[in-house]
């Protein structure tokens, strides 16, 4: 993961693409997952704090993969389904508030 997140760093620094998110690009409104890109691009440009600002539901389950293979995972799956929805469900409204507050869409 650490050779992806320096590789699209190295990429995005040769040809910036623009907003990738589609929903972000027609609408204006950012998903749940907008700035999973830019955490791998600030990651792998050595920028770990923006990496989090960018979008710490996306870090936190890209550390969560890579650790599955030690045990993680199946931590996860022994959760009864009600719950892992839950975690799940709560982790994307939290990362949309985020997004919304992140650029500047949810005045508090």
Do not use: K, Y
Not at 29 to 44: D, H, M, S, Y
Not at 75 to 83: D, K, Y
Not at 85 to 99: H, I, K
């Amino acid at each position: 993961m650490a050779i992806a997140a320096v590789g699209a760093a190295w990429i995005h620094r040769a040809n910036d693409p623009g907003v990738l998110c589609p929903l972000r690009a027609i609408t204006g409104v950012p998903c749940p997952l907008c700035g999973g890109t830019t955490v791998f691009i600030e990651f792998g440009s050595g920028r770990p704090a923006r990496a989090v600002l960018a979008n710490p539901v996306a870090l936190a389950g890209a550390i969560a993969v890579a650790l599955a293979p030690l045990g993680l995972g199946s931590r996860w799956w022994a959760l009864q389904p009600r719950t892992r929805a839950w975690v799940l469900g709560t982790a994307l409204v939290g990362s949309e508030l985020w997004q919304l507050a992140r650029l500047g869409l949810l005045r508090v």
